[in-house]
Structures are given as C-alpha cells and as structure tokens.
C-alpha cells in the first residue's frame, strides 16, 4: 500500500471516473489544504455544473486521511493533533452542497450573481498580487546575489544551490530564525529538489512562470518520504523526475506513457 499526496487535477478524475477506483482503491489517498482551497474558488468549479460536489464526494469515498494544516505552518512542524478526517472531509462537502445551491439560483438572482462574481474577482486579485509579489522577490534576490546570474550557474558545477534555495525559501516565507531552525529539510526533500530545479528552469529562461504554479509548487510540502506524489501534469512530472526525485511520482500508465514520450524511460 502507497500513501499518496495527490494534485488538483487527480481529483477531478477520479470525481469524473477518469481514474477508476481500481486504480487507487488499495492505497492510501491523502487531500491536502491546498487543494480544498483550489477546489472551493477554482474558476473551473464555478463554470461546470455540480464539479465541486462531485469532486468532494470522490474525497468523501476515498480519501483516507486529511493534512489540512496550512503548507507555511506544516514546513515548520507548526500544527496541533489531528482533527478527526471524517469530520473535516464532511464539513468540505457541506461547503459543496452550500457551493451547489448558490450555483443553481444564479439563473434567477441577479444580486446573488453579481455578489458571487465580485468575490471571485477579489480572490483572483488577491492571487495575482501573491503571483507577483514572489516574482519580484525572486528578481530582487537574483539582482542581490550574483549565484543567481545563468551564466554563473551554468559555469559553476561546484555550487551548492540546495544551501542558497533553503535561505530563498526562509526569506520568501517570512520565517524567523527560530522558525527556521525547525524545518527538517531531510523530510522535505522533494519539495526542496524541484524548487531548486525549477528555479533554475526559471533562472535560464527554460521555463515561464505561469499564474497557478505556486500553489501546485506548495502541494510538494506534503510529501514526505515514505509517500508518493500523484499528478498528470506533464510540467510537475517531467520537473520532479529531471530533479532527480523521480522515485517520488506515484507511477501509473498514464505517468509512465509521458516519461517515455519525452525520452524519460524506455
């Protein structure tokens, strides 16, 4: 049995029986924080009929445990005992049930619509400036310390980026000192090896960055070492695997079909 951390996007396939339960039943299915709070405002929940209801019954069926503490908290090893899953799980689909029935008087309440676009507005808002604020310390600390420079990081095969990452992640998130001092990084090794990978994509115009691959890049937080992490994002899984943390990805045909399209497996 695999405990497993999965993304967004594996829920919604399991909700739409893209992902049979066959293919999962026997393992240990974990819903983090992240993605109840992508699923509760995600534009796509708001535009397809009963989505999130359908995704938090998936939850409610499968999911085994619940790691609702927020990613910045978790890091730290800052959160209290376990709530008990069924409760949390059921109190996520009352939220959809909620969710639901204000969905369905939009066609008849100009107010009720006008009231829910106003908030999706201001949640996107507020992502937008989350978006912008880490691209601009990331340009700032890159102007700040030369390692950042590509061409340096290109000519420099003896440079500890890990040690350089950990400091950028510190700094990002605002931890003190004493914060810091109890992140236990050997427990965080995948998210630290694909942010050190992706910055570097980041860093030699490899990649773009786009809206939503913080909160994805959070999720990673999760994942310990004794669990999977289980996406079809060809991005997450090509940026897991290139980060050497491959034995990471919980591998299933439709994972295994995109390493071997890019040239990752034979």
């Known amino acids: 049995m695999e405990t497993i951390i999965c993304d967004t996007n594996i829920w919604y396939n399991i909700a739409d029986r ?4 066959n293919h999962f039943v026997k393992n240990n299915l974990i819903i983090t924080q992240v993605v109840i709070q992508e699923l509760c ?4 929940t708001l535009t397809k009929s009963n989505l999130l209801v359908e995704t938090c019954g998936a939850i409610c069926l499968f999911a085994k ?3 609702l503490y927020n990613p910045y908290n978790y890091l730290i090893n800052n959160y209290a005992d376990d709530t008990e899953t069924s409760k949390i799980i059921y109190q996520i689909c009352d939220i959809a049930q909620r969710h639901s029935l204000a969905k369905s008087l939009l066609n008849n309440d100009n107010l009720l619509r006008n009231s829910l676009e106003k908030t999706l507005k201001a949640y996107f808002a507020e ?3 989350s978006t912008k604020s880490f691209e601009k310390f990331i340009s700032d600390f890159r102007q700040k310390n030369n390692l950042y420079d590509k061409n340096i990081i290109r000519r ?3 440079i500890d980026t890990l040690a350089y990452r950990k400091q950028l992640i510190i700094n990002f998130f605002g931890y003190t000192k004493e914060d810091a001092s109890r992140i236990k990084w ?9 942010f050190d990978h992706w910055m570097k994509e980041l860093e030699t115009g490899a990649k773009v960055y786009k809206d939503n691959d913080w909160e994805d890049y959070l999720n990673l937080i999760y994942v310990l070492p004794n669990m999977k992490y289980w996406t079809h994002e060809k ?6 695997w290139d980060s ?3 034995d990471s990805l919980y591998r299933d045909d439709e994972v295994d079909r995109i390493l071997k399209k890019n040239g990752k497996l034979k």
Do not use: D, V, Y
């Open 41 to 44: 405002t995600s534009p796509r």
């Open 65 to 67: 445990e619940a790691t």
């Open 235 to 240: 991005k997450w899984i090509l940026m897991i």
């Open 244 to 246: 050497g943390m491959g």
């Open 186 to 194: 050997n427990q965080h090794e995948l998210f630290l090896k694909t």
């Open 18 to 21: 893209i992902i049979p339960p």
């Open 127 to 129: 992502r937008q400036r």
């Open 156 to 158: 420099s095969k003896n």
